[in-house]
């Protein structure tokens, strides 16, 4: 078994996921302490949420002086995506009974990329497994280790890092603005931001910007299902056309 893992791309690629998405838990944990949570309140949100931009959202909103409520609708908009992830897992590996809550809290953005990203169902099953597990492990113990480096640093105003919470936030999502549509997402989301937070009490500008990024969302997966159907009524129709002509 051991060695069908060290030879399995699926396995090697989930655990290289795993330690280098881990050991950025310790900027959460150190940013979630000096955005005002405790060292455990720090750990049972990165053990029971698990899920990297939304925890960033909910201390982000704190950071910003936004209240609890603020926070959890932010994170909460945010985790939508892994419901629409969990939909893809539960076809592509249909886990079954304990397994099915299991791949539930691991169903993250690294997760799913590693499972897809393989070529047998064996391998799906291996890079879903490792890279989830990988990263869960790391990533809740490397936040016990910046919580309490962060708890130790005291003020965070002193340091410049009231604000860090937010540029931590950007830093996770820079790297997938790759396509013109999420880049038009993305201003969309900074202009609605600008627009309301002069106007609205903190942590609300953020609701604001998930809820346009929500709806742009589904607007343009609607509008690709249309384009998708419009085009296979095109290709029956010269199917059929082509048929007559030869009869």
Not at 23 to 37: E, I, K, Q
Not at 56 to 71: D, R
Request: overall charge positive; hydrophobic content about 50%; some cysteine.
């Amino acid at each position: 078994m051991a060695t069908k893992f060290r030879s399995s791309p699926g396995a090697k690629t989930g655990l290289s996921v795993g330690i280098a998405t881990g050991v950025y838990g310790l900027s959460f944990g150190a940013l979630s302490v000096t955005s005002g949570l405790d060292v455990f309140q720090t750990c049972v949100l990165s053990l029971l949420l698990f899920s990297g931009g939304s925890q960033f959202a909910f201390i982000g909103v704190l950071a910003g002086g936004g209240s609890g409520a603020a926070a959890v609708g932010a994170a909460a908009l945010l985790g939508i995506r892994n419901a629409v992830y969990g939909m893809q897992i539960n076809s592509l590996l249909k886990p079954r009974g304990v397994r099915r809550f299991v791949a539930a809290q691991v169903t993250i953005d690294e997760s799913l990329a590693t499972s897809t990203a393989q070529t047998e169902p064996v391998e799906h099953q291996r890079g879903f497994w490792v890279a989830g597990v990988g990263v869960f492990v790391f990533w809740n113990l490397f936040t016990l280790v910046g919580a309490l480096a962060g708890n130790a640093l005291g003020d965070p105003k002193q340091f410049g890092l009231d604000g860090a919470a937010v540029a931590a936030f950007l830093g996770l999502l820079w790297p997938r603005l790759r396509s013109r549509d999420a880049g038009a997402v993305a201003v969309a989301c900074a202009l609605a931001t600008v627009l309301t937070v002069p106007i609205l009490p903190p942590g609300i500008p953020i609701l604001v910007a998930a809820v346009v990024a929500v709806s742009l969302g589904w607007a343009g997966s609607k509008n690709s299902a249309g384009s998708q159907q419009k085009a296979a009524g095109a290709h029956s129709a010269g199917s059929e056309n082509s048929t007559e002509i030869g009869a």
